[in-house]
């Protein structure tokens, strides 16, 4: 049974800095394909960043682009997501995802994830 659990989030400032993280189990992490989304109230759920199954090919929305950082470290089952410049706007719920397939390449449709986290809130105050 895949299980993700999100944790990091909180209440900051504008342009403070959090590491969202996402601790897998229940398969081997490193051979999948993993995302960040986020769904801010009334809105829908959008894409943030994914990360290939070795780390090697990263995508960001252009809303994060250069503040946010995806990563993982498949040695400790943990995906990560930096977040830094954080601006009221970045305030939603924030989830991991991992894909179904074995090796698939990361993805920026949240319709590719079959596994998602529970969710963790970021509240950025101005």
């Known amino acids: 049974q895949v299980q993700l659990v999100e944790s990091g989030g909180g209440l900051v400032q504008a342009g403070d800095s959090l590491r969202l993280s996402c601790a897998a189990s229940?398969?081997?992490?490193?051979?999948?394909?993993m995302g960040w989304f986020r769904q801010a109230p009334g809105k829908e759920r959008e894409f943030v960043a994914a990360?290939?199954?070795?780390?090697?090919?990263?995508y960001y929305a252009d809303s994060v682009k250069g503040r946010f950082t995806i990563s993982r470290d498949n040695a400790k089952n943990t995906g990560y997501l930096q977040m830094n410049s954080l601006k009221p706007e970045d305030t939603a719920v924030y989830y991991c995802a991992q894909r179904r397939s074995t090796l698939a390449g990361a993805a920026t449709d949240a319709t590719e994830y079959n596994y998602w986290g529970q969710g963790t809130q970021v509240t950025v105050s101005s």
């Open positions: 990360i290939s199954w070795s780390g090697g090919s990263t």
């Open positions: 229940g398969r081997t992490f490193s051979s999948y394909a």
